[in-house]
Structures are given as structure tokens and as C-alpha cells.
């Protein structure tokens, strides 16, 4: 390296010996890669093709067996059975605003709380702990209890609000679909699986907000301070402008993970009472009516629409608005 | 973490403090206003800071609370009086026996639940972490063909929704004989974690200097070598940060244990146990022994290496 200019002479094997530790560079990158390639590749990437074919094929969970790929035809019938099935616009609906109302919700949430425990205060770090507990909570475990909370026996809620709030009965949160309150129709059920993973998924909002607000620069904000700004001022002109991107990316991943979760909504309904989405629906023609071709057909739609999301969201990255 | 944002905290406020001072100073010339838009959002802000932070702390560790009280009173009691606290002497452990006991002596098998999950994290872990491990280095060492592919990929896996890639894998698992298998469920934990863990240890790794790989190279350690010698010592706090998420996560994964074991009470998770559990008329006591029982080595880890989890987790949100 330092004879650089002066030593012409073995040019030929310096060459050689720096080409070859480049060749072992590509080498061992492709080496050290190649395991995790294998397993996601295998089951991510492959599946993930086969859901396309098999949402084109009329195949029943008894068909697997004796399956072979002379079998393979192409029908779009099962795009067809799937979109004109009763229910399905209604399960698009509530999938789209569980997943709006829960974007909106736990990022609020996290936004607020992370301005709240932006400055320090004794046991900040203790409280900080403690909002992290539902993101921690084995789902299980969290509906569980939230269930058991709901309960219209024993459970927590209904006993306050019997005893203290004057309900005439108790009320069955997870089954029922909507009560009128002063004339207004409020959906019951669908409004606990968007509270239960709002509070589910709040803490991670927050975590990251309260990472981007870390790398805010101070001299930006104290100048609008001294410039006169309150703050609210100085969070909507200073602060909102740099935390655009972050909120931008945790709304688009939220969605995507609220658009297709079945897990919280299939332990504390199951798809009752109103809260059924398209992901519920993909588990049941699967395991209910042993149908891979229709459920894999909800799955293909359900993909094609997180896609078109994923356009847009880069298309506005692109064109600098986030 | 937390100091450097303390520190942070310091320097602003008596910023602040001065900042206003000096307004006041500009403006006395048109008279002392009490209650100017400053002095007033500052004061409500204040007393809403405080209440929101109460009512998070409450709504976020009240349910886990909820439940760790009602496991331990008697099923009778919670039915006679729901919003009861049990006395100190009344306080009754039988649920968590009665959870744990296998089903032969009249309890709810959870002690084996535990045992397969504890089985199958640990695996997913070992054999996540060591892909991560290698990936991560060559994606922050190694310049090779395809390196900003192969990562672009990992992040699309992570988007692939969950519930449609069962379908497939449901397809595939039942034709190649996996179902009812708890390496199938090791596999796909480690699909789903491998992209997380690798994120996280790339941001460990890039905080290794290159120069104390180079050196190690140059006194004659090969790929590996530097990779177990002094890469992974380095970077420890951030690999068994790394090791506790994907334990975690696979300890919690509840759709495929549903899919893959739900006929093979024998080979239940903790997940899977609980929820099915809650399908029968189980006692809600044991129901919530049951579910604390899952939760506190999870919680009680996370808590334990919260600043490395974060710090890992979000060290992408500072650039923005």
C-alpha cells in the first residue's frame, strides 16, 4: 500500500493476490448466506409461489395425497366462488377499517407517550419497562386474560360497570355485535379486538418514535423556543416534520401486520360478533372446508392488496413526500 | 441508552427555562401578560403529561396484574366477588399445581406444554442466531455478489403475510409427512425470525471495529476464526439480545402450533395449550395461572435485557 507509486516491478502478483482475496470475498458472502437463503427460500419464497399456483387449482385437503404435478390445470373458479361467497365484502370492509382504526390508534398512542416521556423524571426507565409489557405479552397469554376481563360472569369489566357505571346487564363483548347507545349503533366486539391490538401493538409505535425523537437536534427546537413558539407550536413546525418518516413507516407496517393478523382475532372471537376479516376467512376454507384452492385464492387478494399498498407507499417515498 | 437521553434532557431545559426568560424580556415593553399561549400550554401540558403517563402505566400492566390476582383466589371467590383482592393468608397457589400436573393426576399437562415449547424455542434460537450470525457478518464485511439483493429479500419476507404463506406450507407439510412434527414448526419459526435477528445483528456488528478483524486475519485466523474468535466476543450482548427475541418469539407463535399440532395433544405448545384450554370449561384461576406461568420468563427476560433489545431493534428508526 505505501510503495504504491514507486514499486512497478511485481505488479503481476500483487494484482493477482489482490484479485484473489476478492474472489474469496464472493466466495464466503455467498457461503456464509447460503444457509439462511435455504430456509427462507424454502419457506418463504416457495410457498409463497405455490399459493399463486395452487389458488388456480380446484384441490380439496384429501386431494394432497395422491397429487402430482400432471395434475396441474388452470381455473379461475375459485377467484369467482371467493368473491361472489356471502360475506366476503363484509369481511374486506372489517378488515380494512380494524386495520385503519388499529393504525391510527396504537401509533397516536405512541406518539403521545413517547412526547410524554421525553423529558427525564425519577423511574422514567421503570414506566418505560412497564409500556412495553403488552408488545412482551405471549398473545396467548394477553387474550386470555383480556377474555377473562371481558367475561360477562366474573369478569372485571362487567362488574364495574354493573356495580359502579349502572349497567342494567352484563354486557358479552366478544359475541356481540352492536348495541345502541343514545340512538348511536356502536359495534361491540369489533371495537375490542381494534382496542385489544391497539394496546397490543402501541408500545412498539412507541419505542421507535422515541428513538427518532432522540436524534432530533436540540439547537432546532431551542431556537423556535426562542423565537417565541409554544409547544404545540414547536411539536407541529419542528418536531412533526422529523418524525414524518418514521410515523410514515411504522403506519405502512402496522397496516400490513393489522391487514393480515388472524391470531388476536381468532382467540378472542374466533370471527364472531361481527370482527370477522379476510384472514379468519382464509383459516376456515383451509381447516373448516378443507379447501386450499378458494383459501388459497383469499390469499392471493389478500397479497395483491398489500402490494398495491407497497407501490404507493414507495411511489410517495420516491417523490419525497414522506 | 436512557443516559444519553438524560443527558439530552438536561441540556434542554434550562435552555428552555433561559429561553423564555429572555421573551419575557422582549416583551415587557408591552406589559406583563399572566396567561400568554406559552405559559398556558406549558401548564396543561403539564397536568396532561402526568395523567396520560398514569393511565398508560395503568392499561398496559393492569391486565398482567389483573391476571396474576385472580390466579391465586379460589374460583368460588372470583364468581362471588369479581373486583375482590384476596388477604395475604388467603392467597391460594393450588391453581398453578393444578396447571401444571399432568393430565393423569387430574391437572392440566402445562408442566409438558413447557417442555415442548422451552424445546422448540431453544432449537429455533440455536439454529436462527447461527444463520443470523453468518449472514449478518457477510452483509457488514463482505462485499459479494447480490449482498444488497439478499438483504432487500429478508426485509420483503417480513412482509409476506403470515396467514397466506400457511396456506402453502400447510399444502407442503401435509404432502412431505411434517404435520404433527415439531421440526416443521422449528423451520418456520427460523424463517420468520432469521430476518429480524439478522437486522439487529448487522447493527451489533458494524459496531465491531474492522481493524481488530484485520489484525486477527493478519496473525493467521481464518473466516470462521474471526467470526468465533472475535467478532462474536464482541458483539455478545447484541447476539444474546438477538437469541432472547426469536426465543421469544417463537415461545409465543400461536397459528402454526394451531395448524401443525392441533390433533397431537401430546405435542401441544404453551400457546397452543392455553388456547385450547380456554375452549374447554377450565377454571378461570388455572386459565390465569396458566397464562402467568407462560409470560414471566418471557416478561422477566425481556425486562432484564430491554436496553439491548431496544437499542437493536431500533437502530434503524434514528437515521429516519
Given at each position: 500500500?505505501?510503495?504504491?507509486?514507486?514499486?512497478?516491478?511485481?505488479?503481476?502478483?500483487?494484482?493477482?493476490?489482490?484479485?484473489?482475496?476478492?474472489?474469496?470475498?464472493?466466495?464466503?458472502?455467498?457461503?456464509?448466506?447460503?444457509?439462511?437463503?435455504?430456509?427462507?427460500?424454502?419457506?418463504?419464497l416457495f410457498p409463497f409461489l405455490a399459493v399463486f399456483v395452487l389458488s388456480l387449482q380446484d384441490m380439496r385437503l384429501i386431494d394432497i395425497r395422491g397429487f402430482s404435478p400432471a395434475d396441474l390445470e388452470v381455473t379461475l373458479d375459485n377467484f369467482a366462488r371467493v368473491l361472489s361467497s356471502a360475506g366476503f365484502w363484509a369481511a374486506a370492509r372489517t378488515t380494512l377499517?380494524?386495520?385503519?382504526?388499529?393504525?391510527?390508534?396504537?401509533?397516536?398512542?405512541?406518539?403521545?407517550?413517547?412526547?410524554?416521556?421525553?423529558?427525564?423524571?425519577?423511574?422514567?426507565?421503570?414506566?418505560?419497562?412497564?409500556?412495553?409489557?403488552?408488545?412482551?405479552?405471549?398473545?396467548?397469554?394477553?387474550?386470555?386474560?383480556?377474555?377473562?376481563?371481558?367475561?360477562?360472569?366474573?369478569?372485571?369489566?362487567?362488574?364495574?360497570?354493573?356495580?359502579?357505571?349502572?349497567?342494567?346487564?352484563?354486557?358479552?363483548?366478544?359475541?356481540?355485535?352492536?348495541?345502541?347507545?343514545?340512538?348511536?349503533?356502536?359495534?361491540?366486539?369489533?371495537?375490542?379486538?381494534?382496542?385489544?391490538?391497539?394496546?397490543?401493538?402501541?408500545?412498539?409505535?412507541?419505542?421507535?418514535?422515541?428513538?427518532?425523537?432522540?436524534?432530533?437536534?436540540?439547537?432546532?427546537?431551542?431556537?423556535?423556543?426562542?423565537?417565541?413558539?409554544?409547544?404545540?407550536?414547536?411539536?407541529?413546525?419542528?418536531?412533526?416534520?422529523?418524525?414524518?418518516?418514521?410515523?410514515?413507516?411504522?403506519?405502512?407496517?402496522?397496516?400490513?401486520?393489522?391487514f393480515q393478523?388472524f391470531?388476536?382475532?381468532?382467540?378472542?372471537?374466533?370471527g364472531?360478533?361481527?370482527?370477522e376479516v379476510v384472514a379468519v376467512r382464509v383459516y376456515e376454507e383451509l381447516v373448516t372446508r378443507a379447501n386450499i384452492g378458494t383459501a388459497s385464492a383469499l390469499g392471493v387478494l389478500m397479497t395483491l392488496a398489500l402490494a398495491g399498498?407497497?407501490?404507493?407507499?414507495?411511489?410517495?417515498?420516491?417523490?419525497?413526500?414522506? | 441508552?436512557?443516559?444519553?437521553?438524560?443527558?439530552?434532557?438536561?441540556?434542554?431545559?434550562?435552555?428552555?427555562?433561559?429561553?423564555?426568560?429572555?421573551?419575557?424580556?422582549?416583551?415587557?415593553?408591552?406589559?406583563?401578560?399572566?396567561?400568554?399561549?406559552?405559559?398556558?400550554?406549558?401548564?396543561?401540558?403539564?397536568?396532561?403529561?402526568?395523567?396520560?403517563?398514569?393511565?398508560?402505566?395503568?392499561?398496559?400492566?393492569?391486565?398482567?396484574?389483573?391476571?396474576?390476582?385472580?390466579?391465586?383466589?379460589?374460583?368460588?371467590?372470583?364468581?362471588?366477588?369479581?373486583?375482590?383482592?384476596?388477604?395475604?393468608?388467603?392467597?391460594?397457589?393450588?391453581?398453578?399445581?393444578?396447571?401444571?400436573?399432568?393430565?393423569?393426576?387430574?391437572?392440566?399437562?402445562?408442566?409438558?406444554?413447557?417442555?415442548?415449547?422451552?424445546?422448540?424455542?431453544?432449537?429455533?434460537?440455536?439454529?436462527?442466531?447461527?444463520?443470523?450470525?453468518?449472514?449478518?457478518?457477510?452483509?457488514?464485511?463482505?462485499?459479494?455478489?447480490?449482498?444488497?439483493?439478499?438483504?432487500?429479500?429478508?426485509?420483503?419476507?417480513?412482509?409476506f403475510p403470515g396467514i397466506v404463506l400457511a396456506v402453502p406450507l400447510f399444502v407442503l407439510f401435509s404432502r412431505?409427512?411434517?404435520?404433527?412434527?415439531?421440526?416443521?414448526?422449528?423451520?418456520?419459526?427460523?424463517?420468520?425470525?432469521?430476518?429480524?435477528?439478522?437486522?439487529?445483528?448487522?447493527?451489533?456488528?458494524?459496531?465491531?471495529?474492522?481493524?481488530?478483524?484485520?489484525?486477527?486475519?493478519?496473525?493467521?485466523?481464518?473466516?470462521?476464526?474471526?467470526?468465533?474468535?472475535?467478532?462474536?466476543?464482541?458483539?455478545?450482548?447484541?447476539?444474546?439480545?438477538?437469541?432472547?427475541?426469536?426465543?421469544?418469539?417463537?415461545?409465543?407463535?400461536?397459528?402454526?402450533?394451531?395448524l401443525?399440532?392441533?390433533?397431537?395433544?401430546?405435542?401441544?405448545?404453551?400457546?397452543?395449550?392455553?388456547?385450547?384450554?380456554?375452549?374447554?370449561?377450565?377454571?378461570?384461576?388455572?386459565?390465569?395461572?396458566?397464562?402467568?406461568?407462560?409470560?414471566?420468563?418471557?416478561?422477566?427476560?425481556?425486562?432484564?435485557?430491554?436496553?439491548?433489545?431496544?437499542?437493536?431493534?431500533?437502530?434503524?428508526?434514528?437515521?429516519?
Amino acid at each position: 500500500m505505501s510503495g504504491r507509486g514507486t514499486a512497478s516491478a511485481p505488479t503481476l502478483p500483487r494484482s493477482r493476490r489482490v484479485r484473489t482475496r476478492r474472489e474469496r470475498e464472493e466466495l464466503h458472502g455467498r457461503l456464509l448466506v447460503a444457509p439462511t437463503l435455504v430456509v427462507v427460500g424454502a419457506v418463504v419464497l416457495f410457498p409463497f409461489l405455490a399459493v399463486f399456483v395452487l389458488s388456480l387449482q380446484d384441490m380439496r385437503l384429501i386431494d394432497i395425497r395422491g397429487f402430482s404435478p400432471a395434475d396441474l390445470e388452470v381455473t379461475l373458479d375459485n377467484f369467482a366462488r371467493v368473491l361472489s361467497s356471502a360475506g366476503f365484502w363484509a369481511a374486506a370492509r372489517t378488515t380494512l377499517v380494524y386495520a385503519a382504526v388499529t393504525t391510527v390508534g396504537s401509533l397516536l398512542a405512541g406518539l403521545v407517550l413517547a412526547l410524554a416521556l421525553r423529558r427525564p423524571f425519577a423511574g422514567r426507565g421503570a414506566v418505560r419497562g412497564l409500556l412495553l409489557v403488552p408488545y412482551v405479552l405471549p398473545v396467548v397469554a394477553a387474550t386470555t386474560i383480556w377474555s377473562t376481563l371481558l367475561n360477562p360472569q366474573y369478569g372485571a369489566v362487567n362488574e364495574i360497570g354493573q356495580r359502579f357505571l349502572g349497567w342494567s346487564a352484563p354486557i358479552n363483548f366478544l359475541t356481540t355485535h352492536g348495541i345502541d347507545i343514545a340512538g348511536i349503533p356502536v359495534p361491540v366486539a369489533l371495537s375490542v379486538v381494534i382496542l385489544f391490538e391497539i394496546w397490543k401493538s402501541f408500545p412498539l409505535a412507541f419505542l421507535f418514535i422515541t428513538a427518532r425523537l432522540q436524534a432530533v437536534p436540540r439547537d432546532l427546537e431551542e431556537a423556535a423556543v426562542v423565537d417565541g413558539a409554544s409547544p404545540t407550536q414547536v411539536f407541529r413546525h419542528v418536531l412533526l416534520p422529523q418524525l414524518a418518516g418514521v410515523l410514515a413507516l411504522l403506519a405502512l407496517l402496522r397496516f400490513i401486520w393489522s391487514f393480515q393478523n388472524f391470531t388476536d382475532i381468532w382467540l378472542l372471537t374466533g370471527g364472531a360478533g361481527g370482527t370477522e376479516v379476510v384472514a379468519v376467512r382464509v383459516y376456515e376454507e383451509l381447516v373448516t372446508r378443507a379447501n386450499i384452492g378458494t383459501a388459497s385464492a383469499l390469499g392471493v387478494l389478500m397479497t395483491l392488496a398489500l402490494a398495491g399498498l407497497l407501490v404507493l407507499y414507495l411511489r410517495m417515498v420516491r417523490k419525497g413526500r414522506v | 441508552m436512557a443516559d444519553r437521553h438524560a443527558a439530552a434532557g438536561a441540556r434542554g431545559r434550562p435552555g428552555e427555562l433561559d429561553a423564555s426568560a429572555g421573551r419575557r424580556g422582549h416583551r415587557s415593553g408591552t406589559r406583563r401578560r399572566p396567561l400568554d399561549r406559552h405559559t398556558l400550554e406549558v401548564g396543561i401540558l403539564g397536568v396532561l403529561r402526568i395523567a396520560v403517563i398514569a393511565a398508560a402505566v395503568a392499561a398496559s400492566a393492569g391486565p398482567l396484574l389483573y391476571g396474576a390476582v385472580l390466579s391465586v383466589r379460589p374460583f368460588g371467590d372470583v364468581v362471588a366477588d369479581p373486583l375482590a383482592l384476596p388477604a395475604l393468608g388467603e392467597v391460594d397457589l393450588s391453581a398453578y399445581a393444578r396447571a401444571m400436573a399432568d393430565e393423569a393426576a387430574g391437572g392440566f399437562g402445562l408442566a409438558r406444554f413447557m417442555r415442548t415449547s422451552v424445546t422448540v424455542a431453544v432449537w429455533t434460537t440455536v439454529l436462527a442466531v447461527a444463520c443470523s450470525v453468518l449472514g449478518a457478518y457477510a452483509a457488514v464485511r463482505l462485499r459479494f455478489f447480490g449482498r444488497d439483493t439478499v438483504n432487500g429479500f429478508f426485509l420483503a419476507v417480513y412482509l409476506f403475510p403470515g396467514i397466506v404463506l400457511a396456506v402453502p406450507l400447510f399444502v407442503l407439510f401435509s404432502r412431505i409427512g411434517l404435520t404433527g412434527s415439531l421440526v416443521g414448526l422449528v423451520i418456520i419459526y427460523m424463517a420468520q425470525t432469521i430476518p429480524v435477528s439478522l437486522y439487529m445483528l448487522r447493527g451489533y456488528f458494524q459496531a465491531v471495529p474492522a481493524g481488530v478483524e484485520e489484525a486477527a486475519e493478519v496473525d493467521g485466523c481464518n473466516r470462521v476464526q474471526v467470526i468465533t474468535r472475535v467478532v462474536l466476543p464482541m458483539a455478545l450482548p447484541g447476539v444474546a439480545a438477538t437469541g432472547l427475541y426469536v426465543f421469544m418469539i417463537a415461545w409465543n407463535e400461536f397459528l402454526f402450533a394451531l395448524l401443525f399440532l392441533v390433533d397431537d395433544r401430546q405435542r401441544w405448545t404453551v400457546s397452543l395449550g392455553i388456547a385450547r384450554l380456554a375452549d374447554f370449561a377450565v377454571p378461570a384461576p388455572v386459565l390465569m395461572a396458566g397464562s402467568i406461568a407462560i409470560t414471566v420468563p418471557v416478561v422477566a427476560g425481556f425486562l432484564l435485557a430491554q436496553r439491548l433489545l431496544v437499542s437493536g431493534l431500533t437502530a434503524g428508526a434514528e437515521k429516519g
